[in-house]
């Protein structure tokens, strides 16, 4: 977007850059995969190709079935959407302030478009804060609005802001997921565990450097590590501010 609401803007880029980080992506030779091949590559079914690259997009915004889809299909890249159905869903309700989005309806079409669909939970709350109840629906109403939406399974999950545990990655699991993406500002590798697979975010400030940097492999740490104590004590601030004021938003 060029004129992003206030609240998303630092994960946003303008129509220009994200041409450009495209097309960076394709001159680094790399091979683009959807989260499926990952999870084949993890659970020990499939290799993964040389050098492989996977591109994911949250929450549903309105541009993903249009200009977006329609940058990548020009470049024959797929990529992966996760989509927060409460967002984009008749009638849903979530936790994401005001932004144009996307219907759900329309998640077919980024089917159509190369992309592969997965959940990014109801309301987009702080999934590791919430009560068994209520993570509980998280997981299995979005999966279940997906499918019956797109009449196949979606075994794919992304936590909202990355926010994960140990248990909320256990509930995943036992809701049917295959995998769970989270943030971590990591490179993943193929000894990245399956619940909490680490992805970079790209942020407005981001440069097409910053981008190639990190297709060649460069510019951050390499996941699987243990989360360090300013991730685990945020966590539990967190925890405590949610007993109060109830679910809150993950962004």
């Known amino acids: 977007m060029d004129d992003p609401p206030d609240w998303i803007a ?65 470049r024959a890249l797929p990529a992966t959407a ?25 998640a077919a ?5 190369g992309m592969e669909v997965g959940s990014h939970t109801v309301t987009h709350a702080q999934l590791d804060t919430l ?23 979606v075994p794919h999950l992304a936590y909202p802001h990355g926010y994960n545990s140990a248990r909320v990655r256990a509930m995943a699991a036992r809701a049917g997921y295959e995998t769970a993406t989270a943030v971590r500002h990591a490179l993943s590798s193929g000894a990245d565990e399956r619940y909490r697979i680490a992805r970079l975010i790209v942020r407005r400030g981001h440069t097409v450097t910053d981008v190639r940097t990190w297709l060649a ?6 996941a ?20 109060v004021r109830g679910p809150e938003f993950a962004g």
Not at 47 to 73: K, N, S, W
Not at 217 to 222: C, N, S, T, V, Y
């Open 10 to 74: 630092e994960f946003t880029v303008t129509p220009r850059a994200f041409a450009a980080h495209l097309d960076a992506v394709v001159d680094s030779g790399r091979t683009p995969v959807t989260i499926s091949a990952l999870a084949n590559h993890l659970a020990g079914r499939a290799p993964l190709p040389p050098r492989p690259v996977l591109l994911t997009f949250d929450d549903g915004f309105a541009d993903l079935p249009g200009p977006t889809a329609e940058a990548l299909a020009e």
């Open 82 to 106: 996760y989509l927060t159905t409460g967002a984009i869903a008749p009638g849903g309700r979530s936790l994401l302030p005001p932004a144009p989005m996307m219907t759900l309806d329309r």
């Open 217 to 222: 492999g460069d510019g951050a740490r390499i």
């Open 224 to 243: 699987p590590y243990r989360d360090g104590p300013t991730t685990v004590g945020w966590r539990w601030y967190r925890r405590a501010r949610a007993t």
């Open 109 to 113: 079409e980024l089917e159509r478009s």
């Open 131 to 153: 009560t068994a109840g209520r993570l509980r629906a998280e997981l299995l109403d979005s999966k279940a609005a997906l499918e019956d939406t797109l009449g196949h399974r």
